[in-house]
């Protein structure tokens, strides 16, 4: 509230300005940023407050908004569990908490009987949310298996990335992201993703961090230790992978999927290999990611898998993720 009092101005009458709006806090997704580990050590985050308005009608400055820089493949949750926003396209951006609207200075009160009013209203409250931020990370591959079936030592002969690898289970506790390079500047990304095991579906083991991150993977391939080094049979493996899946969530069975017999250095692999193949009715990829054979056959096939899902898109249709072509996929 306020009234111009000037020499020689008679009857200056009010000149309150209005207070500036409030920032307001916004999420946007950015190809940059692969973790959530900032907001996880940060996770208190204001917006600017606006200015306060004075007179000789001077409006305060509105505040500037507070934008938090979050992964490509993150979903926004109310406490109550709700899905807000998922986040997922480079730029896409929620709005998290608005910010509240600036007070009115007394200027606007005036009327031709209310000459000298003294009314005037305070700012508005911003709004104060508690959210949950959840990152389900987008690839192009995923790589699903059972504990040392060496999907790490795969990612490794792939890619550039170098994932943790030891001779004991769950040696990768989080996601780990490599690109496969390719001579025409195309690239693949490839998430090896922690180790699943029987009953992951209900929280077992590393359960849903795993499976949270299958869901965006816009391949799967899934990996087997064909030697049985740990005295399980590869088949069965197989078959456990794609029941938790399925428990998990059906659709990811319909995935455009290749298997690849790992460990294939090993002199039991080539007996338990036409096994498998038999029991499951699939031809899987033979590899060895500890000696790299059969690792550029590999590359090759995942380029190929790539340029026609491509294809597909660029005519209108995804079914490149979802139908079944190739001796090579998983059915």
């Given at each position: 509230m306020s009234f111009r009092r000037?020499?020689?101005?008679?009857?200056?009458?009010?000149?309150?300005?209005?207070?500036?709006?409030?920032?307001?806090?916004?999420?946007?997704?950015?190809?940059?940023?692969?973790s959530l580990v900032s907001i996880y050590y940060e996770p208190h985050r204001s917006a600017e407050s606006g200015g306060h308005g004075k007179?000789?009608?001077?409006?305060?400055?509105?505040?500037?908004?507070?934008?938090?820089?979050?992964?490509?493949?993150?979903?926004?949750?109310?406490?109550?569990?709700?899905?807000?926003?998922?986040?997922?396209?480079?730029?896409?951006?929620?709005?998290?908490?608005?910010?509240?609207?600036?007070?009115?200075?007394?200027?606007?009160?005036?009327?031709?009987?209310?000459?000298?009013?003294?009314?005037?209203?305070?700012?508005?409250?911003?709004?104060?949310?508690?959210?949950?931020?959840?990152?389900?990370?987008?690839?192009?591959?995923?790589?699903?298996?059972?504990?040392?079936?060496?999907?790490?030592?795969?990612?490794?002969?792939?890619?550039?990335?170098?994932?943790?690898?030891?001779a004991y289970p769950f040696t990768t506790l989080n996601p780990v992201i490599g690109t496969l390079a390719f001579e025409d500047y195309t690239s693949l990304t490839i998430a090896d993703l922690p180790g699943l095991i029987s009953g992951a579906s209900r929280g077992v083991g590393l359960g849903h961090?795993?499976?949270?991150?299958?869901?965006?993977s816009r391949m799967l391939v899934y990996v087997i230790d064909m030697a049985g080094a740990d005295g399980r049979n590869p088949w069965e493996d197989y078959f456990s992978l794609r029941e938790e899946l399925e428990k998990h969530n059906k659709a990811l069975l319909a995935r455009r999927a290749i298997v690849i017999a790992n460990k294939m250095d090993i002199p039991s692999a080539e007996a338990n290999l036409r096994i498998f193949a038999e029991k499951t009715g699939t031809r899987p990829i033979a590899v060895s990611a500890a000696?790299?054979?059969?690792?550029?056959?590999?590359?090759?096939?995942?380029?190929?898998?790539?340029?026609?899902r491509q294809r597909s898109f660029r005519q209108g249709s995804g079914r490149s993720l979802h139908s079944a072509a190739g001796t090579s996929e998983a059915r």
């Open positions: 000037e020499k020689f101005v008679p009857k200056g009458g009010p000149d309150g300005g209005d207070g500036g709006d409030g920032g307001s806090v916004i999420l946007r997704a950015d190809p940059q940023v692969d007179g000789k009608l001077m409006h305060g400055r509105n505040g500037r908004n507070l934008t938090v820089l979050v992964p490509c493949g993150t979903e926004v949750r109310l406490e109550s569990g709700e899905t807000v926003a998922d986040l997922v396209e480079p730029g896409q951006e929620y709005i998290a908490a608005r910010g509240g609207r600036g007070g009115k200075g007394n200027r606007h009160w005036l009327t031709s009987t209310h000459r000298a009013p003294r009314e005037s209203t305070p700012g508005e409250e911003g709004e104060a949310v508690t959210l949950r931020l959840e990152l389900k990370l987008i690839a192009d591959v995923g790589l699903v298996g059972y504990p040392n079936a060496g999907k790490s030592s795969l990612l490794r002969a792939l890619t550039g990335a170098r994932p943790k690898v030891a961090a795993f499976l949270r991150h299958v869901e965006r000696t790299g054979a059969g690792i550029e056959p590999l590359k090759k096939l995942l380029r190929r898998e790539s340029k026609r």
